[in-house]
């Protein structure tokens, strides 16, 4: 002080501020607990392999986390999926004339119409139609409605083999081999998928 008199700081142990200073300590070292079983949430979403929390009963000198946790990542990070579509889906276009009205043969129910049908209206410009069960008699009759339109017909399919009854030069217009997360409804992903998708086009002689 300005009078020349020293302070002393004197420590105060009371038993009240020893338990709250303990039950921080507690709170804390809870906290550290729920946090660390909480990553595998968290890593799901950053990571779709799911880091994986392991707790030890060995000593803490032994494990290399608080606690005795001992935490190991083994996700997707560096994994790539769904590669290649874009291009995929350029070559396709392309192949497919300006004019032309576009039917899927046979290929709905999570066949190729099923997951092309809107990318071929949106990213080619053309209309799309799809036929299941199709045969010859009702393709003509479809084939000679596109040509009364003043458009030109073609039919896309899943293999060639659905393709040849029809008629017409056939020409594999897509190849994609890619990957996909999997199908994991109730968990993270813990891997990936191979995603496959093969597209024939031809056009019907009338």
Not at 14 to 43: C, D, E, F, Q
Not at 85 to 105: H, Q, T
Not at 126 to 142: G, I, K, R, Y
Not at 148 to 162: I, Y
Request: aromatic letters at 4%; charged letters at 15%.
């Amino acid at each position: 002080m300005r009078d020349g008199t020293a302070l002393e700081w004197v420590p105060v142990h009371t038993p009240s501020l020893k338990r709250a200073v303990r039950a921080l300590l507690t709170a804390s070292a809870a906290l550290a607990i729920v946090g660390a079983a909480a990553i595998p949430v968290a890593a799901s979403t950053m990571a779709p392999d799911a880091a994986k929390v392991v707790a030890t009963a060995a000593a803490p000198r032994a494990s290399s986390g608080p606690a005795g946790i001992r935490i190991v990542a083994v996700g997707l990070a560096f994994k790539t999926t769904y590669g290649g579509e874009i291009p995929a889906v350029n070559a396709m276009c392309a192949a497919i004339p300006r004019d032309a009205s576009v039917v899927f043969i046979d290929s709905g129910g999570g066949g190729e119409g099923s997951r092309l049908d809107e990318v071929v209206r949106g990213m080619c410009g053309v209309p799309v139609a799809a036929m299941d069960h199709a045969n010859f008699a009702s393709t003509e009759q479809v084939v000679r409605g596109i040509e009364r339109a003043g458009r030109r017909p073609v039919f896309l399919a899943g293999s060639q083999k659905t393709l040849t009854r029809f008629g017409g030069p056939i020409r594999q217009v897509m190849r994609l081999r890619s990957t996909q997360d999997m199908n994991a409804l109730t968990a993270p992903p813990l891997h990936t998928l191979p995603f496959d998708v093969n597209v024939w086009m031809s056009e019907p002689t009338p």
